[in-house]
């Protein structure tokens, strides 16, 4: 028989990705600890990396609720692929996830993902030290959102998956929430004169990377990620791992089933839309209005590029964070600081809950053009 091919012939090695699965299964083991004695606590009936694995829930109450969010990284691992430095995309993977969870007052126990690479590479020349870097801030991400992690699956795509260099990869994931009803936050808990604590950020988290990546490539050039800033490398600069808050929120008002530390009103994950589209969805059931009279400053590398690419001050707060990834509602500020500075995140009064004639946001800025525009007005987000 002639022209024989196999299916690394196609850019599939099955033996490589057993190593990779088997790294990121290890690497899975030791987050279950996480949820040891809690719900979530993983039953492990047979111990292999194919293995099934469950958690018991026949004893939940009623009035409990459980649901799967989906996200993923988007497009901030090229800045891991352009300086071969994947140790910390798993922080903004479960960023994404969990915090989203706790903006509704559910709290996030498990996690699954799936790791989609070009090739984990071929002979002597593996990808598997790469994998390894992901796997560790797998198993340090889990810990600093106090979840347990499932799985690890990686599938090898070819060219259905691009970026820079020779190792490119997206990675998603699901994570498994639970909630009880009577916890949950609707908006309408929100009381005029609510404070409004702002969890500091100093990167730019997973979004408005594209903006970053086109600014950077504009005024640097292709390989920009090779130049510097006071000192320090700009893709470093951007690479900074998100903060991972869940575990804090979850603490403040009890999650599922703990006491709460604190009286939660509401939560905003300071996303894609920035303060105004994710502020603004929060107050929306309730109507009212925010002033935010003190935010943090965005860190000096954020306001850089703003200026790099000349980006309005309007635009950044729509598209970053600038500053604060995430926004705590309550009428009982010390304790909702008090519990944050016990997970080591710097937090403080940023704002009020106001009730007005009409619906806004509005917030003292501290872009890098603040002296033509200090205070900025958003109401576009309540219509």
């Known amino acids: 028989m002639t022209n024989q091919i196999t299916y690394a012939d196609a850019g599939v090695n099955i033996e490589l990705g057993d190593d990779a699965s088997k790294v990121l299964y290890n690497a899975?083991?030791?987050?279950?600890?996480?949820?040891?004695?809690?719900?979530?606590?993983?039953?492990?009936?047979?111990?292999?990396?194919?293995?099934?694995?469950?958690?018991?829930?026949?004893?939940?109450?009623?009035?409990?609720?459980?649901?799967?969010?989906?996200?993923?990284?988007?497009?901030?691992?090229?800045?891991?692929?352009?300086?071969?430095?994947?140790?910390?995309?798993?922080?903004?993977?479960?960023?994404?996830?969990?915090?989203?969870?706790?903006?509704?007052?559910?709290?996030?126990?498990?996690?699954?993902?799936?790791?989609?690479?070009?090739?984990?590479?071929?002979?002597?020349?593996?990808?598997?030290?790469?994998?390894?870097?992901?796997?560790?801030?797998?198993?340090?991400?889990?810990?600093?959102?106090?979840?347990?992690?499932?799985?690890?699956?990686?599938?090898?795509?070819?060219?259905?998956?691009g970026g820079y260099g020779e190792f490119n990869y997206n990675w998603g994931a699901a994570v498994v929430w639970f909630a009880k009803k009577d916890r949950m936050f609707t908006g309408k808990e929100i009381q005029p004169g609510d404070y409004i604590i702002g969890l500091a950020e100093e990167g730019f988290r997973s979004n408005g990377l594209s903006l970053v990546r086109k600014i950077m490539k504009d005024a640097h050039g292709e390989n920009w990620h090779e130049k510097e800033h006071n000192g320090k490398n700009l893709a470093e600069l951007a690479l900074i791992p998100s903060k991972i808050y869940c575990a804090a929120v979850v603490d403040m008002f009890g999650g599922f089933e703990g006491t709460p530390k604190a009286e939660v009103h509401g939560v905003a994950h300071i996303t894609g839309g920035g303060i105004p589209g994710k502020l603004g969805r929060v107050l929306k059931p309730s109507g009212l209005d925010a002033n935010i009279y003190n935010p943090f400053e965005p860190s000096e590398f954020l306001r850089y590029v703003q200026e790099l690419g000349n980006v309005p001050d309007r635009e950044a707060y729509k598209t970053w964070n600038m500053g604060q990834g995430m926004l705590i509602i309550t009428p009982d500020h010390l304790n909702v600081m008090k519990v944050a500075f016990s997970h080591g995140i710097t937090a403080k009064e940023i704002g009020r809950v106001e009730k007005t004639k009409e619906s806004r946001i509005t917030i003292k800025n501290n872009g890098f053009y603040r002296s033509q525009e200090p205070e900025l007005l958003f109401t576009e987000n309540f219509n």
């Not at 497009?75 to 996830?97: P, S, Y």
């Not at 915090?99 to 071929?122: F, H, M, Y």
């Not at 020349?125 to 992690?149: F, S, W």
């Open 28 to 161: 899975a083991k030791q987050t279950w600890e996480n949820r040891k004695g809690k719900l979530g606590e993983l039953i492990v009936p047979f111990d292999d990396f194919s293995g099934v694995r469950a958690i018991d829930v026949s004893g939940l109450p009623e009035g409990t609720l459980m649901n799967i969010g989906f996200d993923g990284v988007g497009t901030k691992m090229e800045l891991a692929e352009r300086i071969n430095n994947h140790r910390t995309i798993a922080h903004d993977l479960f960023a994404m996830v969990c915090d989203d969870a706790v903006v509704r007052g559910a709290e996030p126990v498990l996690i699954g993902s799936i790791l989609d690479v070009n090739s984990l590479g071929k002979g002597n020349e593996t990808h598997i030290e790469k994998v390894k870097q992901l796997a560790q801030g797998y198993i340090e991400a889990a810990k600093a959102a106090n979840v347990a992690i499932v799985n690890g699956e990686v599938a090898e795509l070819g060219s259905r998956v």
